[in-house]
C-alpha cells in the first residue's frame, strides 16, 4: 500500500495506539499490547482491504513498531485481530464543572430518584 503512514496517539509502558493515514486519509487504527514475550494488537480499518491489503500493513506494523520493541526472534508470537471498524462518535470527560452544563438540572436529577 503506498503513501501509508503510522502516527502515535498514544504510549504506556505496555502498550501503544497508533492512527493509519493514507495520504491525507484515516484508514485505520492500530492497538498493541505487549505482554511477556506475546505481543497482541487490534487492527481496525475504516473500509473494505483486500487480505494481501491487509497482510501488508501487518508486516508495516510490525517492521515499523513491534520488531524495534521486541525483535521476531525474541518474542513468542504477535497476534493481530483485524477489524472492519467505522468511527460513530468520541466521548471524552468534560474540563468544566458539571453545575456549567446548561440545560441539566442536577436537583430535578435527584428528585426523581427519590420518586423510584
Same mark, same amino acid.
Do not use: P
Given at each position: 500500500m503506498n503513501n501509508v503512514r503510522l502516527n502515535r496517539l498514544v504510549r504506556t509502558e505496555s502498550s501503544e495506539i497508533y492512527l493509519i493515514w493514507r %495520504? %491525507?486519509?484515516?484508514?485505520?487504527?492500530?492497538d498493541i499490547h505487549y505482554a511477556a514475550g506475546t505481543i497482541y494488537?487490534?487492527?481496525l480499518l475504516e473500509g473494505d482491504f483486500a487480505p494481501e491489503q491487509e497482510e501488508t500493513? $501487518?508486516?508495516?506494523i510490525d517492521e515499523d513498531i513491534v520488531s524495534s520493541y521486541m525483535p521476531r526472534f525474541e518474542r513468542e *508470537?504477535? $497476534?493481530?485481530h483485524v477489524f472492519r471498524a467505522e468511527e460513530i462518535g468520541r466521548y471524552t470527560d468534560p474540563s468544566m464543572d458539571l453545575d456549567d452544563i446548561e440545560g441539566f438540572d442536577?436537583? *430535578?436529577?435527584d428528585e426523581e430518584e427519590?420518586?423510584?
Open positions: %495520504n %491525507n486519509e484515516r484508514i485505520g487504527q492500530v494488537a487490534t487492527l500493513l $501487518v508486516a508495516m *508470537d504477535f $497476534v493481530v442536577f436537583e *430535578d436529577e427519590d420518586k423510584d
